[in-house]
């Protein structure tokens, strides 16, 4: 069993449009985040959610909203995709605050 | 606000050799430190951390790291590097209190030659 699983892997798609990305973690985590992946390989938290309470909302674009229906979900959706969004982004999971991080396998996404 | 730098780029190192991949940090109280590695085309996996305790902390796949709080460092050590040791390496942050916001280094890829 995969324990925080993302989908879809890649995702290639036309500047403008709207794609959403899906992240399930089974591991009975309470802490869930998004990171995003420059090409230089360079991490940075997007957001964090705590049992579905937004807890982290770093400097990005309005354009990227996240939701977590319930504590084993979240979803990363973006609007209005620019180039500059071409990245992999990774799911990750944690039960505590000093807990290490269970990350996905990354959804990379190329925007042309 | 929490940060660390790893100042090489890239690690060399010949297979059998010790390997060392260097981490200093920066916070205003004490930290949690943790090591994470990221093989091609795959997420970020769990190497070993330190929380409090025994500064000589020991982890995943024989590699261990040395908590030194003079001198604000967390290098990450494997007494004899393996091919399969090449991968991209962070060092990563957070605070013991307040917000749970990991602060994560630029990587370091360390290249085992055989």
């Known amino acids: 069993d995969t324990a925080v699983s993302q989908t879809p892997k890649y995702l290639v798609t036309q500047m403008g449009n709207d794609k959403s990305i899906k992240c399930e973690q089974n591991?009975?985590?309470?802490?869930m985040y998004w990171y995003k992946q420059d090409s230089k390989k360079f991490l940075k938290i997007m957001f964090s959610?705590?049992?579905?309470?937004?807890?982290i909302n770093e400097t990005v674009p309005n354009r990227f909203s996240p939701k977590s229906p319930d504590k084993a979900h979240l979803n990363l959706h973006i609007n209005s995709l620019e180039l500059g969004d071409s990245a992999v982004y990774f799911c990750?999971?944690?039960?505590?605050?000093?807990?290490?991080?269970?990350f996905g396998q990354g959804t990379r996404l190329t925007v042309v | 606000a929490q940060s660390v730098a790893q100042p090489e780029d890239q690690v060399n190192v010949a297979e059998g050799n010790p390997l060392t991949v260097k981490c200093t940090y920066s916070?205003?109280?004490?930290?949690?430190l943790f090591w994470y590695v990221q093989y091609p085309n795959r997420g970020l996996q769990f190497l070993l951390k330190?929380?409090?305790?025994?500064?000589l902390v020991k982890g995943s796949y024989g590699f261990e790291a040395e908590f030194n709080k003079s001198q604000t460092s967390f290098h990450l050590k494997k007494p004899s590097a393996l091919v399969s040791d090449s991968a991209l390496y962070f060092c990563?942050?957070?605070?013991?209190?307040?917000?749970?916001?990991?602060?994560f280094g630029k990587g370091n890829q360390v290249v085992v030659i055989p």
């Open positions: 990750a999971s944690s039960q505590v605050v000093r807990d290490s991080l269970f």
């Open positions: 591991l009975g985590h309470d802490t």
């Open positions: 990563a942050v957070r605070l013991t209190y307040g917000n749970n916001r990991l602060a």
């Open positions: 916070v205003s109280g004490n930290p949690y």
């Open positions: 330190y929380i409090t305790g025994d500064n």
């Open positions: 959610y705590n049992n579905k309470e937004l807890i």
